[in-house]
């Protein structure tokens, strides 16, 4: 316990200790934190779907239809008829053959990789992958290459070096919007690159999802190639409000996954509530309200990005509602969150491992109900409090 304590001591004094914050209502635009209200800048919650009554609705109606475990492993007695129904309206949405649905995306990043993928297999995976794709890359035991970040030049250098020695799968995989930096691959070019070198392609689209494409189908439909993405992952405790993720592809795919995945197998799946937000969100998502969403997220994103690039601020290529302010180290980082804090804004400091040391950073997500009096004054408190940070350096 001593070596522990001293451990934390040590991340304390160096910036880098985390700690949870308890919030007291809904993932709104606004949320209450000891009795105080708060701008929220940081939740994932980007149509502001997370307490849609609809959402609530299907909920609660599951709920008391079907109780509120699922009892089992899909593969025991846990595969009810709402996974089913939810894993047919996710193909019908993606266009693939069939789905398969995991509990979070973690798992599926962990259980999609390691199920397909081996010891004589080749994953080639982004260096800003998020940490559950390197997770699955390490778990399935294939040869890792990591290409620097969305660089297509170097990425089809690695693939024609990797030929002389190539046996089994390759596997091109991708977050379709970073999560850290809200800049989005380059599909097409992977596209062109996955037929090139006969790969298959795998899009991690957990903030794409729900974001981009005009029914909100992602990265793939933004760029028009929804076909050519083999594996499309995606999740739904983002832009869709709930919980849980999926897998969308070919049937004999997820029948590989259904055998050999071992997040999918060896844990309980997810309950009716959940299950039936899911469907919910994905229906909304594609209506007409979906679009409006969409359209707000995309002008509060427009109005906050183009107010701190006025001011000078370099946004790390985002273009998306992630909205990165590099600060460097971890202390002034932590210190300008504290700051923008006290002034009732909830913003996340990003630190290592999440980053690359030296590449701390204020992260702001924006959300479709944020007003665009919010969004402006948000973004005037946050230029003011690093420009306050940077004065102290
Ligand atoms: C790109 C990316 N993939 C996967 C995940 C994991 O998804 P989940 O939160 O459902 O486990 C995250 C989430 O935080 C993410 O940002």
């Given at each position: 316990m001593k070596q522990l304590q001293d451990y934390l001591t040590d991340l304390a004094g160096r910036g880098m200790l985390r700690t949870l914050r308890e919030i007291e209502s809904a993932q709104g635009p606004r949320v209450q934190i000891d009795g105080r209200d708060y701008l929220l800048?940081?939740?994932?919650n980007y149509l502001g779907l997370a307490d849609h009554p609809a959402l609530i609705e299907a909920s609660c109606k599951a709920t008391r239809d079907f109780?509120?475990?699922?009892?089992?492993s899909r593969l025991i007695s846990g595969s009810m008829s709402l996974h089913h129904q939810l894993e047919e309206r996710i193909a019908q949405f993606k266009e693939t053959e069939a789905a398969l649905v995991y509990n979070t995306g973690y798992a599926a990043n962990n259980g999609i990789i390691q199920g397909l993928l081996g010891p004589d297999d080749t994953v080639f995976s982004d260096s800003l992958n998020h940490a559950s794709i390197i997770d699955g890359c390490r778990l399935s035991g294939a040869r890792i290459v990591i290409y620097p970040h969305n660089d297509m030049v170097a990425l089809e250098q690695l693939l024609q070096q990797e030929t002389e020695q190539r046996s089994g799968r390759w596997l091109i995989v991708t977050d379709g919007?970073?999560?850290?930096?809200g800049d989005v691959a380059a599909l097409p070019e992977l596209v062109m690159l996955k037929q090139r070198y006969d790969a298959w392609l795998m899009v991690d689209d957990a903030h794409g999802g729900g974001v981009l494409g005009a029914i909100g189908r992602g990265t793939a439909e933004h760029f028009g190639c929804l076909d050519q993405v083999d594996l499309q992952m995606g999740t739904f405790g983002k832009a869709f409000g709930s919980f849980g993720a999926y897998l969308a592809a070919r049937r004999e795919v997820i029948d590989t996954l259904i055998n050999r995945s071992r997040s999918f197998i060896f844990s309980t799946s997810l309950p009716p509530g959940v299950l039936a937000a899911n469907v919910a969100a994905v229906d909304l998502v594609a209506s007409e309200e979906g679009v409006r969403r969409r359209t707000q997220l995309e002008a509060n994103r427009q109005l906050f990005s183009q107010i701190l690039t006025e001011e000078g601020f370099d946004l790390c290529g985002s273009s998306t509602q992630i909205v990165p302010v590099l600060m460097g180290d971890p202390e002034p980082t932590m210190r300008a969150a504290a700051e923008l804090f006290s002034r009732g804004i909830f913003l996340s400091g990003i630190r290592p491992p999440t980053v690359?040391?030296?590449?701390c950073r204020l992260r702001a997500t924006l959300m479709a109900d944020h007003t665009p009096t919010e969004v402006r004054h948000a973004a005037q408190l946050l230029i003011e409090v690093v420009r306050e940070e940077m004065a102290r350096a």
């Open positions: 800048l940081c939740s994932n109780g509120v475990g699922s009892g089992a919007v970073f999560s850290m930096d690359a040391p030296g590449t």
